[in-house]
């Protein structure tokens, strides 16, 4: 979103927190802190939508199908991982 035109605004924040964002990603810019918490914020919010939906909507039983489809025999071997990677105990 890098090309988008932008426009200047006023707002209200707290400039401790303005402060502490700036030192925590390196900035000196406050406007550059709000515009990546502006995208950082759409992301994760689009993400979250995406995975409810996602969860939603079941899978068909063509996807599922889809899913079963292929050659899994290169999975199988005479490994013994659980002689390799024993549990640990906490």
Known sequence: MTSMGK???TITLDRAKAA???ALVGSSS???VID???ERLIRTEQLRADIA???QVPPTDAE???GM???YSGLADETDWSGLYPEEDP
């Open 64 to 66: 599922i199908q889809l």
């Open 36 to 38: 990546l918490a502006l």
């Open 69 to 71: 489809m292929g050659d």
């Open 7 to 9: 426009d200047k605004v």
């Open 30 to 32: 406050t406007s550059e």
């Open 20 to 22: 502490r964002a700036r």
């Open 53 to 55: 939906a996602y969860q």
